[in-house]
């Protein structure tokens, strides 16, 4: 046999650090007001000796310092905490953004799926889809034409392939979204946590086609997931990301157990990453409360309790939100403190310590996250903090059998236990 | 290295069987390039089937679920000129260039019409479409550049109404019309021009949103749509011509009745109008880094 290696670097980073200014992503432009203010104000600040520094409170650094090699035909899992810089190394790949120090050398042909279906447009019917999305990731025409027998028939959706997407079930939609991804064929695939979507048994078929993918040998994998048993199945070798450093490079299962000592050390409250600030308040840090104190575990059925530490600068009229979102992050649930408790901060300002007590609900099973915002009410958003936590649901039985409820069944994700057992009465005899 | 190496990799059997032959993989260099930089011709040329795929995609969504479909940029037009027609034909008794008043009018209002309709898409086409420029890479100038495809084809089916509004004046051939097509692109490259520009600054600075619909109503009134040329004063023709679609609208019209537009008008129009393209393609290249931060 003989082993040819190629022993091509298909993926250079040295040294790639990117900073972001900070606030929602809402603040993140700036008006022509701003713009000009400062423009006016820098020549004098010059003068003064005190030119705006470049790293000051409104930025941080996503990405610190990440040099690494990969090697082509690797398959690369990317793990990491919420924040920890995977998406943004991911975005820096894709070409997507640029780093602000650093350089990346890209040996081959990059396609990136950072979300299925990007650029679908519903009034447009699954061929029409079809077209534009692949054209958008990169294909040519003539390649999607070839392949389009083979998307519908992977997709499952050959009866529909003329109806406008709109009227598509959500599983379809995604089914028709990774098929045309799948049948993408660039040098490096970038994936970010595409696999959580569709039933298990659409899963399944996606991460065999992302094996086969990558079992050519010549194609370079990068994926993101917090599906572990995934990235244990596929990735050949991880990159573990933690506060926006490279803390390891080695096999998947050293990455998996270095990635999960990270998690352990997070559910400890250990870790407090910096949220940045709103106009008037700022979320400092927020936990899951269990019986025995912070947690990332939630079962069905228990008081969902949560603890956000916050600042306020006692402008009257503030209050917090608190959405809870699923797997696809979708918001499912909602606490207002202004619409269901009917009240607000205090106008005293100071740091609080907000505790939430919600009603039990009967969640699936599988991974959930909770975004918090502080807000004038009803005016604007002041603070708000994306995947603030996330915990995992680990098994979902309202009856206490041993049927699982997940979520990533596409039944839903609150169970309905009946509040009393449910009556038949009988009316007569069946109609002949 | 070693240390990714070391694992045996995945299929690698097959690929030493594999029949494709080693494709030259291209390099590609990622990094923080910031300030001024040439703009990259070759990539967005590469990337030209999406510039069609995104033009289609505007162009069908554009007429689907609506009752009278293209029909919209026959009517459109039609009604424009009757009132352009009554309110400065006849009522103020505007001149029109020797034409019959509807003629006079449809051909300036055609050609603004689709400058009106491209430059406000191309300017907010950016921040309409974040969620991909967030999530895919492609050359992003295609964006307000596909917006001009729609227009175009709308362009199109109402020059069927001039056609007959010119049959029905008893204005016949002439060679002079041939020479329309060249104006119509003139129009492109200004409204583009334009788009393109607004449409980075509207990334940048949200406020560019409410300029633009002040600045279209302005900048018709900035040109000749209802008006001939003729009643500019003359010293302040060459200022007037700087306006893009002053000498692209006269010299449109022009070519159509078979008169003879301003020459050097109508060049410096055009000059104005690849210097806009130019600018507005230059400031694009600068900032459209940083798109993906701030969008």
Known sequence: MKMTRRGGTAIRAEGVSKRYRIGSPARSYRTLREALTQAAAAPFARLRGRAPAPEDDATFWALRDVSFEIAEGEVVGVVGRNGAGKSTLLKILSRITDPTEGRVTLAGRVASLLEVGTGFHSELTGRENIFLNGSILGMRRADIAKRFDAIVDFAEIERFIDTPVKHYSSGMYVRLAFAVAAHLEPDILVVDEVLAVGDARFQQKCLGKIDEVSRGGRRTVLLVSHNLAAVKSLATSGLVFDRGRLVLQGGVDEAIAAYSRLQQAGANGEADRDWGAGAHTRIRSVEMIGPDGPTRIYLPGTPLRLRILLDTDGTPGLSVDVFLNNALRSRIALWSMHHFDAMSLPTEPGSYELTIDAAPIFLASGSYCIDVGTAVTMVNWDHQVYEAIEFETPFSNVGGGSWDFKQTFGFGFVALPSATPPTLVKLGKRAE | ?295
């Open chain 2, 1 to 295: 290295m070693d240390a990714l190496t070391s694992k045996p990799l995945r299929g690698e059997p097959h690929a030493s069987e594999g029949s494709a032959l080693p494709r030259a993989r291209p390099i590609t260099v990622i990094e923080a390039r910031p300030g001024w930089r040439v703009f990259d011709f070759r990539e967005a040329f590469a990337y030209r089937e999406l510039l069609y795929v995104l033009a289609a995609r505007d162009l069908k969504v554009r007429y689907k679920q609506t009752a009278l479909g293209a029909a919209w940029a026959l009517l459109q037009p039609l009604t424009m000129m009757i009132v352009l027609s009554i309110v400065f034909g006849r009522l103020a008794g505007i001149p029109s260039d020797g034409a019959p008043y509807p003629v006079f009018a449809l051909a300036g209002l055609l050609p603004w019409t689709f400058f009106a309709n491209v430059a406000p898409a191309a300017a907010n086409s950016l921040v309409a479409s974040s969620n991909i420029i967030t999530k895919v890479y492609f050359p992003r100038i295609l964006i307000p550049l596909s917006t001009a495809g729609a227009p175009l084809v709308d362009f199109a089916i109402s020059a069927l109404l001039l056609v007959a509004v010119l049959a029905w004046s008893h204005i016949g051939f002439c060679w002079s019309q041939l020479a329309a097509p060249f104006f119509v692109f003139g129009i492109m490259i200004a409204a583009l021009g334009v788009g393109v520009l607004l449409s980075a600054l509207t990334v940048a600075y949200r406020d560019f949103r409410y300029v633009v619909p002040f600045l279209m109503q302005f900048w018709m009134f900035a040109s000749p749509v209802a008006y001939p040329v003729g009643l500019v004063p003359q010293e302040w023709r060459w200022l007037y011509y700087l306006n893009p679609m002053a000498g692209m609208i006269d010299g449109f019209r022009h070519a159509l009745i078979g008169s003879a537009p301003d020459v050097w008008g109508v060049a410096l129009s055009g000059v104005s109008a690849l210097a806009i393209f130019g600018a507005g393609v230059a400031y694009f290249a600068r900032v459209e880094r940083r798109f993906a931060d701030i969008v």
